[in-house]
């Protein structure tokens, strides 16, 4: 039986969720969902997650005056689950200090760019507009600044010549289903944790984010 669980946040289709949900029932992930928690009743990873049979809650944001107001009655619904982590799955909402100082350090993100470039939204947009040719996405521990927490684990994709905004965010999310249930396994297995700025897997410092190229994990200790 698994001893530690998992709250998921989301906002739309919930394509990482159903990675996630994937990873968990085939014991990549040794934990448990305890609930999926969206800021949309319409959003459409709910059913994802009644069909798994996992606790499917709405906190509208609509009915909420303020980010601190919400983030408040947010922080009320996941303490009932009491999680060992908090995956933000397409959760479209920046969270207060009130929130990220709550779970410190127990907060992952991905976001489709590699960090540090490319942060906030229409990121694939920008990639092509700038002309990139390498372009990818970043699990990262979450932060007071967005997108900027300590990057765990980033997969590159080349950008092609004839590329659109579509293709290319097709090919980096296929990507985000491999990174993101990695990362959250390493963390429910104990390997990884966050130090000042510094990510340690398996006790060992990452002077720069783990990298999934080509089908292979590439580690880098050095300065």
């Known amino acids: 039986m698994a001893t530690k669980s998992i709250v998921i946040l ?7 969720l159903q990675a996630i949900i994937d990873a ?21 990873g709910l059913e994802r997650a009644r069909r798994a049979d996992i606790n499917a809650v709405v906190i509208e944001q609509n009915t909420y005056h303020n980010r601190v107001d919400y983030d408040t009655a947010l922080i009320s619904e996941i303490d009932k689950y ?17 929130f990220v100082h709550h779970y410190q350090h127990k907060v992952l993100n991905i976001h489709p760019s590699l960090l540090p470039e490319f942060k906030g939204l229409h990121t694939h947009r920008r990639v092509l507009e700038s002309c990139q040719s390498i372009h990818g996405a970043s699990v990262h521990f979450l932060s007071n600044e967005l997108d900027s927490g300590p990057v765990v684990l980033q997969a590159e994709v080349p950008v092609m010549p004839n590329d659109t905004e579509a293709t290319l965010a ?8 491999i990174i993101y249930p990695m990362a959250i396994a390493w963390f429910i297995d104990g390997r990884l944790e966050v130090k000042g700025n510094h990510i ?12 999934w190229k080509s089908d292979r994990l590439i580690l880098s200790n050095a300065p």
């Open 10 to 16: 989301i906002s739309g289709s919930g394509t990482n």
């Open 24 to 44: 968990v029932k085939q014991g990549r992930i040794k934990a448990k969902i305890a609930a999926v928690i969206s800021n949309r009743a319409d959003a459409k």
């Open 200 to 211: 340690l897997l398996d006790k060992l410092t990452l002077h720069r984010p783990a990298r």
């Open 82 to 98: 009491h999680p060992d982590l908090i995956v933000l799955a397409g959760f479209m909402r920046i969270l207060s200090d009130k």
């Open 170 to 177: 097709a090919r980096v999310l296929q990507q985000e289903h």
